[in-house]
């Protein structure tokens, strides 16, 4: 082989592997996590096309188009098992990820694996680790969501659990169980008075008073009974002091009732709800609601420009809270009957969908440790990662990693 062929060939294969690393176009997915730590919107788990289970992020330090994404892969940081339906809670120090119930599958064998129910991932070393937690024997769950209180206990409430995994029968619960991230134990809580009904499905939101407010999802009002969709206005509410339910009678406009949704708090108290379906999948109206916590009773409203360039009927997608935007990822679009593959930014402040991201001005400096993947994760990944790479190659491969990248994405 001629010496220039060998260089070209060189040089082909580098962008190649620029490419794949820079330039991640990640599977399509519905019923994943997300979670923000750091300025980076992390993404793992749940249904794909074909089973996938890597984790991704998206640089929330800079300005962004959503219809133009830069995904970058955190190459160790895969969970080591594939799930769905699974709940993913962040530590109140930033530090860790609790990765627990949904549908587990081992890797390898494709079967159903619930040798561990909770996976944890630590984001600065960025590994996976399946702590071992004592106390109460707590079953595998899915379609729950938990929440953290302020002294690192996450709460998760009922629940479904498929005994027959061909059919996908199960019950539901309304078992509230506590997962203590200080001292590793579990607990299932003795209620007194009466505990609502069972429930999955449903989006769960801590106040700052302790109160988790339980909106929507699916419950069971007799042994016999159907699933049938909670009324949006029937709202359960969870004293994390006192230990006791309560339902409230929200008030406002009428929310169709949905499951797979997703909720956002806002630091003013107002919950966002955004997408899910009906009990047969079908697309529910309005798409995006809000409930006023300040209230008493809760109220319900939809904003006036809310409607404007929303998004379509989107179900099993995630929303998390970044400063002024709540952002939409993945999930699925209903009318469509398509994986959603867009991320959808709705600002908090000016109350629209809008289809730019600017990072906050007056930021205040945030002071987690980084990750140490550095090779890959380093940002901007094009300052670092490609002029590694790149040795002895000079900027102009550089310059043309970055043309090739962005043809890549388009
Ligand atoms: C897409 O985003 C990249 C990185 O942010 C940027 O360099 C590029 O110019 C953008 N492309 C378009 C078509 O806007
Ligand atoms: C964790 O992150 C949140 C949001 O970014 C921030 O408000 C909080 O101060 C952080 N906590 C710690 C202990 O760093
Ligand atoms: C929950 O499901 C698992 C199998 O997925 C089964 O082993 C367990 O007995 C079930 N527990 C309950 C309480 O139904
Ligand atoms: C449950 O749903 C099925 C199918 O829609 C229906 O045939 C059946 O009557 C329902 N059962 C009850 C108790 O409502
Ligand atoms: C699906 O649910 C909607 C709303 O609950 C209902 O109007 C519709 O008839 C249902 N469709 C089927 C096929 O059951």
């Known amino acids: 082989m001629y010496l220039p062929f060998k260089i070209f060939k060189f040089i082909l294969y580098t962008l190649l592997l620029i490419n794949s690393i820079l330039c991640y176009d990640p599977p399509k997915r519905r019923l994943h996590n997300s979670v923000i730590i750091d300025d980076r919107l992390l993404i793992f788990n749940g249904i794909t096309i074909a089973d996938t289970s890597e984790l991704f992020y998206l640089d929330l330090s800079?300005?962004?188009?959503n219809s133009n994404l830069t995904w970058t892969?955190?190459?160790k940081g895969s969970p080591p098992v594939y799930t769905s339906r699974s709940t993913a809670v962040l530590s109140l120090d930033n530090s860790?990820?609790?990765l627990y119930g949904g549908f587990m599958k081992d890797?390898?064998?494709l079967d159903y694996d619930y040798s561990n129910l909770v996976y944890s991932y630590d984001y600065p070393t960025s590994t996976w680790s399946a702590p071992k937690f004592d106390g109460d024997v707590v079953t595998p769950r899915q379609d729950i969501k938990g929440v953290i209180d302020n002294s690192g206990i996450i709460y998760i409430f009922g629940g479904y659990n498929a005994t027959d995994l061909v059919n996908n029968v199960g019950p539901l619960f309304n078992t509230m169980n506590t997962l203590n991230t200080v001292t590793k134990t579990w607990?299932?809580?003795?209620i007194s008075g009466n505990p609502p009904t069972v429930c999955d499905g449903y989006a769960a939101n801590i106040l700052s008073n302790g109160n988790i407010v339980y909106i929507g999802g699916v419950e069971q009002v007799s042994d016999d009974a159907n699933f049938t969709l909670v009324n949006m206005k029937k709202i359960k509410l969870f004293n994390t002091h006192t230990y006791q339910w309560s339902q409230m009678d929200a008030t406002g406009?009428?929310?169709d009732p949905r499951w797979y949704f997703s909720s956002v708090l806002t630091p003013d108290g107002n919950i966002i709800i955004f997408g899910g379906s009906t009990r047969n999948f079908t697309s529910v109206s309005p798409n995006l609601a809000v409930l006023d916590t300040n209230k008493n009773p809760f109220e319900w409203s939809i904003p006036v420009n809310s409607k404007t360039n929303s998004p379509p009927s989107i179900r099993g997608?995630?929303?998390n809270l970044y400063y002024d935007y709540m952002i939409i990822t993945f999930g699925w679009n209903t009318d469509a009957g398509s994986y959603s593959s867009l991320v959808y930014l709705y600002n908090i402040k000016?109350?629209?969908w809008v289809t730019t991201f600017f990072p906050p001005e007056n930021k205040p400096i945030i002071t987690t440790t980084s990750t140490t993947d550095k090779s890959i994760t380093t940002s901007p990944p094009e300052k670092k990662s490609s002029n590694s790479l790149a040795i002895g190659l000079g900027t102009g491969l550089s310059a043309a990693v970055l043309i090739t990248c962005g043809i890549f994405l388009s």
């Open 96 to 98: 860790t990820i609790y």
């Open 62 to 65: 800079k300005s962004f188009d």
């Open 187 to 190: 607990k299932t809580l003795s």
């Open 317 to 319: 997608h995630t929303a």
């Open 350 to 352: 000016s109350n629209n």
């Open 253 to 255: 406009v009428d929310v």
């Open 73 to 75: 892969l955190i190459s």
């Open 107 to 109: 890797k390898n064998t």
